[in-house]
Each structure stands twice: as structure tokens, then as C-alpha cells.
């Protein structure tokens, strides 16, 4: 099985993408997450860039990374310098990593327009650039910029430079797409012209600015590449870099090209989530094995054959690579979606009891009435059970009132919340003041359970979403409120649908907090009592988890 190096790129060129700053020590955090994840070779900067590169760069001189490789990143010598007397090349061995790359121009048209030179001085720019760095480095990569591009325009330059690099000594030579406009086609092509006429182990580079990056860099190794870099979830200048995040299981488990083992597999939702966390992006919800919704099924027809075998709508098992099969509760359920969510949250109902039928049909017009339970599992969950007669109540609502006050046109206005409740046949009476309405009936709502349910306190309150339903209304429209809710063991969304927000506010509130008190703890009882980790296995041309 040939083994193909995965390069990361994601501290250097990931940053280059537009909203995307990392700091030296995120930057050592995803260093670490990506060692233990099994990547190669980690390019850390452009340590002649600037000093946050060099000090990440001293920083982990320091460190010990598994078996991972740091790489500094850099360019070739400057035009009619002397590789000796370049600034950007003796930082770079300053860096003082076992690797490091350099790119260099491949395309006639850069050479003369962007670097100013001629052809003859770029091959001399690779060639002394490299032998340079070799002299000094362990390993030394070639990133062979634009050459696809190059190559088309005029192929017997491109594959002069590549040549230079290869005699000056590197020990591999990247392919780059930099531009990001080539076809799969055309990459296979050039890349295996060129395999056939070099020695070297080849890489690949790709862009996605045709949203081809990770095809392009598939389409490389079926041409003999041996090294893919890229970045996790594909962030970088402008469209981005390959992704490989994707990369990686399509290498792994539709080529079968060794990389990760099923262990460091299993992890790639995780580092998927980790970088969108510290480059401050929400996680994209569709992404490709990784995303929530990767593996989320919605049309009933899809559940009704996914409950017999997941392989009717599953290109692989989620779990190879973290993730989980996720059913939906909609409009466009079945029979079938209720009784899978059932099982999900540990109820016992079979499909053929009447029950179930009942419960597609509320789910229905509740759905119908603005409701939504797809981001909103925990209020559903709360309706299955007070169905099964499996409703706990910890209090009863007698009243609120809620009142905002604006005296002064320049202050800003007050509000006030009043909330009463019965636990125990207790009466409770308490106010509470808030950011807004809802924030203050939240609070005060809190004020008089917390004495009651001190777990309460754990509870955080992780997004508020408004929605407004029929906006032809204008004020008087339907809104809908989504929460998301969590402790320290899970999250879990709740809706509440109403003409005035607050009263939507109360709903989706109502439930989070009495799935806290009767719904949570289940939960968390269940999964700390959960069966222990499968173990990768290939049956015919499928990836299996054994038990
Ligand atoms: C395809 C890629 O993604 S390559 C990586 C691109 N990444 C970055 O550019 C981010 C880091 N860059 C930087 O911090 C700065 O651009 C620096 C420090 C490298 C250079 O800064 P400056 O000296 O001010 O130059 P400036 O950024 O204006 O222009 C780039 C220079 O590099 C030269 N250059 C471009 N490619 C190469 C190369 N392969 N080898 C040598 N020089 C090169 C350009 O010709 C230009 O030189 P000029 O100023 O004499 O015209
Ligand atoms: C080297 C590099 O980042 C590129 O060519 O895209």
C-alpha cells in the first residue's frame, strides 16, 4: 500500500487567508493537535516574514512533537544576490528545523514579470538556493510554484526548473497549483509527464479556486505523487487550500494509500473543529465527512433504509473519521424517523404502536405552526416522552410579568422580570433584573429554581437565535426562538414559537431548563455507562467499526 506523506500547511499558507490570524500560541496548540493526529510535516511560517514567525519558530525549537516534522517556509534567493548573503535564506536555517521548504518560480511569465529577471537567473536562483540549504539542512522541499500553469504555457522551462532543483539536490519536489484554475484531468496528465521524467519523490499543491483542490490533489497521487499539502478545512488565500480534512479518509478509505492510522482517523472531526475554534469560525455544519450534518438524515425515505443498513445512505461509516449518524425530526419525517429518534434518546416504543403515528402528526403541526425540532432535539425529546407518559415535572408555572422601562431618550431602557412557581407546594415569588427582557425573566426564573435545583447552576446558556416567521406581518409576525443550552456533559437546543418573543423566549426556556433537571442527568448516566471503542476493519471495498 503506497504511503503518502500528509504536509499541513495550515500555520502559513491557512493563514494567509483573509479573517484568519493565529496567534504564536494557537499556533503551537495546532502544531501539537496535528503531531498527535499522525500529519508529517508541519510548515510552521515564513520565519523572513515577520517576528511572530520567528518567535513560534524558537519556541518550538524547545518542544517535543511525536513525529511530526516542523518545516520553515520560505523563498528562494533574491535575484543577483548571493544564496550565502540572503537575508530570507539564513533565517530560514536560523529556524533551525530539520526540513525546510522553499518556492521558487516554474512559469516563464513570473520569472520576468514578477521576479523582474530572466529565465537563465531564476534556474540559478533554484539551483544555489538549494545547494545553499542542503549544505545546512536535513531536508530540503522544492515548491515548485504555478508550475501547472507554467507548464501549459511553456512546458520545456517549467520542467528546466524542476530539473534544476532536482540536481541541486532536493529531496522532494512540490507541484503547486497556485492559482488554483487547473482541471483534475490536466493535473493527472502533467503530473505523470512528469514523474516519468524526474527522479525525485514528487508532492502536490493545490488551490481551490475552482473548488478543486482536494480532486486536483487526488487526481496527483493517482499520478504518482507521494506528498499532499494542504490545510485543515481547506482555509487559505483567497478560495483556499486543499482540504485535508477530506484529503486524508479519501486517500485512505476509497484509494486505500496508508496515511493516518484508524486511531489518528478518528480524531479528524475533532482537529476539524479545533482550527475552526481557534481561527474564531463557526464549524460548517455540511462539511464533508467532518460537519454535523455530514452524515444527518432528514427525508423519511432515507431513514426508513438507513434504520435496515446504513450503507444505503452512507458513503462510510462516520464514525472512521469521529463523526455520527444523525437523524432528523421534520416535516418530512416518517414513522420511521420517530421511532430511530426514540431509540436515540433511550425510549422504548415500537413502530407499529399507535403512538408513533400520534406523534408524526404533532410533529407535523407543530412543524406547521413554525416549530422546528432539527435544531431543536431537546424540546422533541420532551415531547416523545410526555407522550410515553415518561415527563418528569420539577414545578409548576403560575405567572410572570416582565416590564421595560425607558425614562430618558439617551439611557438605555430597564427591564424587569417577575416569575412565579410552585416546587413542592412551595410558592416562589422572586425579580431579577436583566440585559433585555428576556435576560431578565431568564435570570429570575434561575433566582427561583436554583434554591430548589442547585444543578442549575451548571447550565449555560450557549446561543439565542431569533427567527421571524411570516415577515409580511411586520411587528405582529410569528417569531421563533432557538436556544442551545449545555452543561458539562452535553448541549442541547430547544424552540419555542409565538407573536411576542418573549413568550417564545419562555418556551424554549421552559424546556432547557426541565431537560436539565429530568432529561440530562439520563443522558449522562447512559453515556458514562457506554460499550468501549471499536476498532477499524476492511470487509470487501468498506471500512468497518468492530466491536
Ligand atoms: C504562493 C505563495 O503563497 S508564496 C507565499 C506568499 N506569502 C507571503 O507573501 C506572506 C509573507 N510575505 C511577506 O512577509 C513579505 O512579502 C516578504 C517579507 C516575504 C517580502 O516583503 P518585501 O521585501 O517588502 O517585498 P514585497 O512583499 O513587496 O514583494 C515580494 C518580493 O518577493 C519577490 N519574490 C517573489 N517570489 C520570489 C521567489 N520565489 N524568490 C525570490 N523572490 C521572490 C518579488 O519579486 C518581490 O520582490 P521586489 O520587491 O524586488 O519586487
Ligand atoms: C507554494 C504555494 O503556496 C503555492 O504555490 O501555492
Known amino acids: 500500500m503506497p504511503v503518502i506523506k500528509i504536509y499541513d500547511t495550515t500555520l502559513r499558507d491557512g493563514s494567509q487567508a483573509e479573517d484568519i490570524t493565529f496567534t504564536v500560541e494557537d499556533k503551537i496548540r495546532i502544531a501539537h493537535k496535528l503531531d498527535e493526529n499522525g500529519f508529517n510535516y508541519i510548515e510552521g511560517g515564513w520565519p523572513g516574514s515577520n517576528p511572530k514567525d520567528v518567535d513560534f519558530f524558537e519556541k518550538v525549537k524547545h518542544l517535543k512533537f511525536e513525529q511530526a516534522q516542523i518545516v520553515a517556509f520560505g523563498s528562494t534567493r533574491s535575484p ?31 520569472v520576468q514579470q514578477a521576479l523582474e529577471t530572466d529565465l537563465d537567473e531564476n534556474l540559478r536562483m533554484v539551483a544555489e538556493s538549494i545547494q545553499y540549504l542542503k549544505k ?119 484509494m486505500g494509500m496508508d496515511c493516518l492510522d484508524a486511531k489518528q482517523m478518528k480524531k479528524l472531526k475533532e482537529l476539524s473543529a479545533f482550527v475552526d475554534e481557534l481561527a474564531n469560525r463557526s464549524h460548517w455544519n455540511h462539511q464533508p465527512y467532518v460537519g454535523k450534518s455530514a452524515f444527518a438524515h432528514k427525508g423519511g425515505v432515507h431513514v426508513s433504509a438507513i434504520r435496515k443498513n446504513r450503507e444505503t445512505y452512507e458513503h462510510i461509516e462516520p464514525e472512521l473519521v469521529g463523526n455520527q449518524t444523525r437523524i432528523l425530526v421534520s416535516d418530512l419525517s416518517g414513522k420511521s424517523n420517530i421511532v430511530y429518534k426514540a431509540q436515540e434518546f433511550g425510549l422504548d416504543i415500537d413502530s407499529a404502536d399507535p403512538k408513533v403515528q400520534e406523534l408524526l402528526e404533532e410533529l407535523k403541526r407543530a412543524e406547521r405552526l413554525g416549530f422546528q425540532y432539527e435544531g431543536a432535539e431537546g424540546s422533541f425529546e420532551l415531547i416523545m416522552r410526555e407522550a410515553l407518559g415518561q415527563r418528569e415535572e420539577h414545578f409548576e408555572f403560575v405567572g410572570f410579568r416582565v416590564i421595560v422601562e425607558k425614562r430618558k431618550e439617551d439611557e438605555a431602557p430597564i427591564a424587569e422580570a417577575t416569575v412565579k412557581v410552585m416546587v413542592n407546594g412551595v410558592q416562589e415569588v422572586t425579580a431579577a433584573e436583566g440585559d433585555g427582557p428576556v435576560n431578565a425573566l431568564d435570570k429570575a426564573l434561575r433566582k427561583a429554581l436554583t434554591r430548589f435545583y442547585p444543578e442549575l447552576e451548571e447550565m449555560s446558556l450557549y446561543d439565542y437565535k431569533v427567527r421571524i416567521l411570516d415577515e409580511s406581518k411586520g411587528t405582529s409576525a410569528k417569531i421563533r426562538v432557538l436556544l442551545e443550552s449545555g452543561d458539562q456533559n452535553a448541549k442541547w437546543g430547544t424552540v419555542g414559537v409565538s407573536e411576542d418573543i418573549i413568550e417564545a423566549s419562555w418556551q424554549a426556556l421552559i424546556d432547557a431548563i426541565i431537560y436539565k433537571l429530568g432529561v440530562a442527568p439520563r443522558h449522562a448516566k447512559e453515556k458514562a455507562e457506554s460499550k468501549p471503542q471499536p476498532k477499524l476493519e476492511r470487509r470487501g471495498s468498506r471500512f468497518h467499526l468492530k466491536i
Not at 84 to 106: C, H, M, R, W, Y
Not at 229 to 240: D, F, K, L, P
Open 80 to 110: 543577483r544576490k548571493r544564496a550565502d548573503q540572503d537575508p530570507n535564506l539564513n533565517q530560514l536555517l536560523k529556524a533551525g528545523t530539520e526540513v525546510i521548504t522553499i518556492f521558487g518560480k516554474s512559469w516563464d511569465m513570473h
Open 136 to 254: 545546512n539542512t536535513e531536508e530540503v522541499m522544492f515548491d515548485a510554484e504555478h508550475f501547472f500553469d507554467g507548464y501549459k504555457h511553456n512546458p520545456e522551462y517549467a520542467l528546466k526548473v524542476l530539473k534544476a532543483a532536482e540536481n541541486a539536490g532536493a529531496d522532494w519536489i512540490v507541484l503547486c497549483d497556485t492559482n488554483g484554475g487547473s482541471m483534475p484531468w490536466e493535473v493527472h496528465s502533467i503530473f505523470e509527464t512528469v514523474a516519468g521524467e524526474l527522479k525525485v519523490k514528487l508532492g502536490i499543491h493545490t488551490h481551490n479556486d475552482s473548488e478543486l483542490g482536494v480532486a486536483n490533489a487526488l487526481a496527483a497521487v493517482k499520478a504518482g505523487a507521494r506528498q499532499v499539502q494542504g490545510t485543515v478545512n481547506g482555509i487559505g488565500e483567497r478560495c483556499g487550500n486543499c482540504n485535508l480534512i477530506s484529503v486524508v479518509p479519501n486517500l485512505k478509505l476509497k
